[in-house]
Nanobody
Framework: QLQASGGGLVQAGGSLRLSCAAS????????VAWFRRAPGKEREFVAG???RYADSVKGRFTISRDNGKNMVHLQMNSLKPEDTAVYYC???????????????????WGQGTLVTVSS
């Protein structure tokens, strides 16, 4: 089971760090990605693996791993109102993810954490 945390309310230009924790799994064995769903929109890929990013967040967001704590983080800087969404972490064993930016590739999902960016 994956669990995302760290969401909250922040002003535009601010920063947040999201965390994805796993219970009963070793995240270093998993390809982990972050997705988000904004109100009225489809779930979309944000970041995954070590260096894959959606064009909309490149240069602002950074995905990283802390294997010692069995966590994956998403550092979000220079936040914009359009980043407002529920953010989810998702994972699958390395080598099993065919399309890393497709939600359908992932069997394991966290419950989501809400990020609200005010203008």
């Amino acid at each position: 089971q994956l669990q995302a945390s760290g969401g909250g309310l922040v002003q535009a230009g601010g920063s947040l760090r999201l965390s994805c924790a796993a219970s009963g799994r070793t995240l270093s064995d998993y390809y982990v990605a972050w997705f988000r769903r904004a109100p009225g929109k489809e779930r979309e890929f944000v970041a995954g693996g070590y260096t894959r990013y959606a064009d909309s967040v490149k240069g602002r967001f950074t995905i990283s791993r802390d294997n010692g704590k069995n966590m994956v983080h998403l550092q979000m800087n220079s936040l914009k109102p359009e980043d407002t969404a529920v953010y989810y972490c998702a994972g699958g064993p390395w080598g099993t993810i065919r399309a890393t930016d497709s939600p359908r590739s992932y069997a394991n999902w966290g419950q989501g954490t809400l990020v609200t960016v005010s203008s």
